[in-house]
């Protein structure tokens, strides 16, 4: 089985079978509907106030971030942002210098580790175990014994298509291999909360497919999930809200939804029959770039496009004409040039 013939195959709570649980194939007893009214008040993680700096550098300014429970959260910002030293604060691998952290309400990180699962950017697994020994191992580490380990680590082997590897040693793994069992370590024992750094590193078009559908699939059996990346549109297919961080400071932190709703469009695509050439003249317009068949026209700052639309439609003929909706990369790249220019 492959891709989607497998997306409701997989056992993700992290509750001991009981009966005839096979660990395949059950799903939570819960609906969505109470999971979803469970979960609607809850955060999963609160950040208030965090700062860390190492010597003269300040990594993470003043950093407060709810993330509710039940939600997939996306760390963003470029390279050095602090992305990855707001995950270790989290995880409580380093300690922020001031503000205060909570996990499932618990100010003491230690005591919530067992419900969540990290996998860090740095991947270390034991190169010379067998695939489905390192999986084995980690499961027990995280509490999973028995005939419930078995059929867990037989079906995330399955799940990711790692089944025909599983007696190979890491060592002989690809790059990706390595990326997808390292995911697996993570979630083998249903951690409640994914804390994912830079999840979709190395993995094929596929594969990264592949660990969306789950991550998804996780998300609607009520887990919370907080990746960090800097590829805009992996985080825009899955978040739910977004962190933008630069230079240690939240730019951005809002629904995703809010986010694109807030941003004004400059930018028409219109697909146009006739002699075009007029229009980068027209008093509106700031510039016109072709796309293929279409023109992609850039307005002036407070230009209506039903202004442009009228100025053109008796000249040419009108096959397609919409606003451009700026995408997340293009949101990323302005918020953060801003914010260069606004801290130089």
């Known amino acids: 089985m492959r891709g989607a013939e497998r997306r409701s195959n997989l056992y993700f709570s992290n509750k001991p079978l009981r009966g005839n649980d096979t660990g395949i194939g059950e799903r939570t007893l819960l609906t969505r509907g109470l999971i979803n009214e469970r979960l609607s008040n809850m955060n999963a993680v609160v950040l208030n106030g965090v700062h860390k700096s190492f010597g003269e550098v300040r990594a993470v300014s003043d950093l407060s971030v709810r993330v509710p429970a039940g939600s997939v959260y996306g760390f963003l910002g470029p390279n050095g942002a602090g992305k990855t030293t707001t995950i270790r604060m989290i995880m409580n691998i380093i300690r922020p210098d001031s503000g205060s952290i909570e996990i499932f309400g618990e100010h003491l990180v230690e005591q919530a580790k067992t419900r969540i699962g990290y996998m860090p950017e740095e991947r270390g697994l034991y190169r010379k175990m067998t695939v489905r020994g390192v999986l084995a191992y980690f499961g027990e580490i995280k509490g999973v014994t028995g005939n419930d380990l078995s059929q867990r680590v037989s079906g995330w082997l399955e799940r990711l298509d790692l089944a025909n590897w599983a007696d190979k040693k890491v060592e002989e793994l690809s790059r990706g291999m390595h990326q997808k069992l390292q995911f697996a370590v993570t979630v083998i024992n249903g951690p409640e909360l994914l804390i994912l750094d830079e999840p979709f590193s190395g993995l094929d078009p596929l594969n990264t497919d592949l660990l969306k559908d789950i991550i998804l699939e996780m998300k609607e059996q009520g887990k919370t999930i907080i990746f960090s990346t800097h590829v805009m549109h992996e985080a825009e297919k899955l978040c739910d809200f977004i962190l933008l961080i630069n230079r240690g400071k939240a730019i951005l932190d809002d629904k995703l939804a809010h986010i694109r709703s807030r941003q004004k469009s400059h930018t028409v695509c219109a697909e146009l ?72």
């Not at 442009?308 to 606003?323: A, G, K, M, N």
């Open 273 to 344: 029959e006739g002699d075009t050439g007029f229009i980068e003249n027209l008093p509106m317009v700031a510039a016109v770039k072709p796309d293929g068949n279409r023109l992609d026209i850039n307005l002036v700052e407070d230009a209506d496009p039903q202004q442009l639309l009228r100025s053109i439609v008796d000249r040419v003929r009108v096959q397609s004409f919409e606003i451009k909706v700026p995408s997340l990369h293009e949101i990323f790249v302005n918020l953060v040039e801003a914010s260069d220019a606004k801290d130089s």
